[in-house]
């Protein structure tokens, strides 16, 4: 099984649509985050989390929002989609301690907003 | 902000040939690190340098921390068609926000069987 699990893997929806992408971890790691992927563009942080009561706005939150239900568990919201939130979505995760330790990544999920 | 530069943005090569990439920075990093993603999956970690100069080995990939701690280097010997795919490089910010990564924009490796 995938230590860092993210839900739905496809995606296609309309615009103006609520949408929410899940993922979920057996690593028992504190620190989740979420990323889109666009071509060139590498990967861009969009929301990061320490523990269940710490949120915090990455370099692209405009336009979405996001919940840590549980420690194993981040999700993230995209209230009104719009086209250009076509992308790749990646969970990641990390331990707690520490600075730099390294990110453990989901496979994605695939973005289609028509 | 902190940004990665990687060369080249792709390569093509014949199966067998040696490969070398790198990532630089106008930056201080105290830790590189080096991602491969699959096409269709999530980018996985290959290699972490974590002091300046080391030099670290992963079969046949090898991997760089500059000695300025502006850049760093990843090598795949003898390359194989399954070494197909985009190689990030990432780092830590520095400061007290070095819980997140800045990741380069990737090199797209192609191999010709």
């Known amino acids: 099984d995938a230590d860092v699990t993210q839900t739905p893997r496809n995606r296609i929806t309309k615009t103006g649509k609520r949408i929410m992408l899940e993922c979920s971890q057996t690593?028992?790691?504190?620190?989740m985050y979420w990323y889109r992927q666009d071509p060139g563009l590498g990967l861009r942080l969009i929301y990061y989390?320490?523990?269940?009561?710490?949120?915090n706005k990455g370099e692209i939150s405009d336009g979405y929002s996001v919940s840590r239900q549980a420690q194993a568990k981040f999700s993230l919201s995209l209230e009104s989609a719009i086209p250009n939130q076509t992308a790749l979505y990646f969970c990641?995760?990390?331990?707690?301690?520490?600075?730099?330790?390294?990110?453990?990544f989901g496979d994605g999920t695939r973005l289609s907003i028509l | 902000g902190q940004q990665l530069n990687q060369s080249p943005q792709s390569m093509f090569i014949q199966e067998g040939e040696d490969v070398s990439m790198n990532c630089t920075s106008s930056?201080?990093?105290?830790?590189w690190l080096w991602y491969k993603q699959d096409p269709g999956e999530g980018p996985v970690l290959l290699i972490a340098?974590?002091?300046?100069?080391e030099l670290t080995s992963n079969g046949r990939l090898t991997a760089q921390f500059g000695i300025t701690r502006k850049d760093s280097f990843l090598n795949i010997s003898a390359s194989i068609p399954s070494d197909v795919g985009i190689y990030f490089c990432?780092?830590?910010?520095?400061?007290?926000?070095?819980?997140?990564?800045?990741f380069g924009k990737g090199t797209l490796l192609t191999v010709n069987p």
């Open positions: 989390s320490f523990d269940v009561k710490d949120i």
């Open positions: 690593k028992g790691h504190d620190r």
């Open positions: 340098l974590y002091k300046a100069g």
């Open positions: 930056s201080i990093f105290n830790t």
């Open positions: 990641a995760t990390s331990e707690g301690t520490g600075g730099n330790q390294p990110q453990h």
């Open positions: 990432a780092g830590p910010h520095s400061g007290g926000s070095n819980y997140k990564l800045t």
